[in-house]
């Protein structure tokens, strides 16, 4: 199987810059597709194939991926991004994998 | 509007049978993708499987594999999860996901079933 390793948690004060991490054995390979899922809602993808954004998913969303870590960069967070991230990628040989996700608190 | 719609909780005990659906509209069900994601109580996403309608190809989780059946029905653009023999332990909110024949991203996703497994 493939491990993609999140930080249980990342703490960011509104009007900052959250990174959230997504560690795999040279997942700089892969393509990474980040999703945000709020309390009793269903996950949202937010960023796929690395670094592109779905249509109505605010430019202060952006990914970059190399070597081992991907990472989702949310710039002048919002109370409103407070949520879990989630992290995933497709491989042949073990299809899809997400990561354990990460939950982002504003303070 | 592409949309995957759910059918709505169920409580079950354990050794009973269980099929769940994901009914599809506004694209062409056939050339998509349905995968099934399992979130247990406050815990992460884990992939189950994956099925392509238009040819009914199949692939599981190892974790899943022989745990749960994956079908889908063509003529009325729905997708199903299935379980011959619940245990407690399957208790979670289980979701339905598109993914594009050539990208694997997930988009939309279902509004969830929560299935809860109890005696």
């Known amino acids: 199987s493939y491990v993609l390793t999140q930080p249980p948690s990342v703490s960011v004060a509104p009007g900052k810059t959250a990174r959230i991490t997504c560690g795999g054995n040279n997942i700089g390979s892969k393509s990474v597709h980040w999703y945000q899922q709020k309390p009793g809602q269903a996950p949202v993808l937010v960023i796929y194939y690395d670094n592109d954004r779905p249509s109505g998913i605010p430019e202060r969303f952006s990914g970059s991926n190399s070597g081992n870590t991907a990472t989702l960069t949310i710039s002048r967070v919002e109370a409103g991004d407070e949520a879990d991230y989630y992290c995933?990628?497709?491989?042949?040989?073990?299809?899809?994998?997400f990561g354990g996700g990460t939950k982002l608190t504003v303070l | 509007e592409v949309q995957l719609v759910q059918s709505g909780a169920e409580v079950k005990k354990p050794g009973e049978s269980l099929k769940i659906s994901c009914k599809a509209s506004g694209y062409s069900f056939t050339t998509y993708w349905i995968g099934w994601v399992r979130q247990m109580p406050g815990k992460g996403l884990e992939w189950m499987g994956i099925i392509y309608p238009s040819d009914s190809d199949t692939k599981y989780s190892p974790s899943f594999q022989g745990h749960v059946t994956i079908s889908a029905d063509k003529s009325i653009s729905t997708a199903y999860l299935q379980w011959s023999s619940l245990k407690a332990s399957d208790t979670a909110m289980y979701y339905c996901a598109r993914r594009a024949d050539n990208s694997d991203y997930f988009d939309p996703w279902g509004q969830g079933t929560l299935v809860t497994v109890s005696s």
């Open positions: 995933q990628v497709w491989d042949s040989s073990i299809d899809h994998s």
